[in-house]
C-alpha cells in the first residue's frame, strides 16, 4: 500500500461532557486513512479542579472488529493495545491538552474513545485527526485505464 500525506479530516470524538464514570464517544468512521490523533481538552480556561484524575489505561481507544465492523454501531468494540492516555494525578488535569496518535487498524473501520475519568467538575470534549490516506496500490494491464486524480 502506498500513503499519501496531502489529506486529513477532523471529526469530533466525544462532545463536551461533565459526567463522572463512564465516557461516552462518537464511533469515528476511520476508513482511508493510515492514523488517528486524538486531542483531548479537559477544563476550561478559568478552572481549576484539585479532584480530577485520570487513572493509568483508563481512557483509551477501541476498534470495531468482526464481519459487521463496517457498520456505525455495529461489531465488537475492542480495545487497541497501548492506545492509551498516560495517567494524569489529582490537580493537573484542568486546564489541559491530551493528544493520543495511534496506527488505525488495517481490519478495522471505526474508532471509538473508552473510559472512566473521575470527575464531575470539569468538561471534557475530544477530536481526532484522521491523516495518512491509504491509497490502495493499482495493477495496470494493456486492457486497463485508470484516471488517478
Known amino acids: 500500500m502506498k500513503r499519501s500525506p496531502d489529506k ?7 462532545s463536551q461532557s461533565t459526567t463522572s464514570g463512564a465516557l461516552v464517544g462518537t464511533a469515528v468512521d476511520a476508513r482511508g486513512f493510515g492514523r488517528a490523533k486524538f486531542i483531548f481538552s479537559f477544563g476550561t480556561p478559568l ?7 485520570i487513572n493509568s489505561s483508563s481512557v483509551g481507544i477501541w ?3 468482526g464481519s459487521r465492523s463496517s457498520v456505525v454501531g455495529a461489531g ?30 488495517a481490519d478495522s473501520h471505526f474508532l471509538v474513545i473508552s473510559g ?34
Open 116 to 149: 472512566t475519568v473521575d470527575s464531575s467538575s470539569i468538561p471534557l470534549q475530544a477530536v481526532v485527526e484522521l491523516y495518512e490516506p491509504v491509497v490502495a496500490a493499482v495493477t495496470l494491464t494493456p486492457t486497463n485505464t485508470v484516471i488517478v486524480n
Open 8 to 14: 486529513e479530516q477532523m471529526k469530533l470524538a466525544m
Open 47 to 53: 478552572a481549576t479542579v484539585s479532584s480530577a484524575k
Open 63 to 65: 476498534a470495531a472488529t
Open 76 to 105: 465488537t468494540y475492542v480495545s487497541i493495545p497501548n492506545a492509551y492516555l498516560s495517567a494524569m494525578s489529582s490537580g493537573v488535569l484542568s486546564q489541559q491538552l491530551a493528544v493520543l496518535d495511534i496506527a488505525i487498524p
